[in-house]
């Protein structure tokens, strides 16, 4: 098994990226589509045998499944840039978010008097 980093192809990527819903993804054709989906079903033995005929799918799909930064590394090899989500109020993109696009700081402000 390789330990080095698989080099996913930007075609591949934006595929994943679909499968996930994620921005930048691109729907594949029906044989893609069902090969994700057969990956993401698959056992550890078929995701190997998987793997011998299609690592870099099998790759990215293992990458945005289990890997917290996964669907920004996949956006990062189809050549996206997804701005980050910021806060309406102070612009800053600590997480998590209200619906109003407020974090949470500023969703719960201190009273300006430091009265409590
Ligand atoms: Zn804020």
Do not use: K
């Not at 054709?29 to 550890?44: C, H």
């Not at 499944?65 to 090899?77: F, K, P, V, W």
């Not at 109020?89 to 997480?95: F, I, L, P, T």
Request: hydrophobic share 40%; with cysteine.
């Amino acid at each position: 098994m390789s330990t080095s980093s698989p080099t996913i192809p930007a075609e591949t990527a934006r595929h994943v990226l679909w499968l996930y819903g994620a921005e930048g993804g691109y729907q594949p054709g029906t044989f893609t589509q069902r090969l994700m989906a057969a990956i993401e079903a698959a056992d550890v033995i078929n995701t190997a045998r998987l793997r011998a005929a299609f690592p870099e799918l099998v790759d990215a799909i293992v990458l945005a499944g289990n890997s917290r930064d996964g669907i920004t590394r996949l956006q990062e090899a189809a050549g996206i840039t997804v701005a980050p989500i910021r806060c309406t109020r102070c612009q800053g993109e600590d997480g998590p978010f209200t619906d109003e696009r407020l974090c949470e700081p500023c969703a719960q402000p201190m009273p300006l008097d430091g009265v409590a």
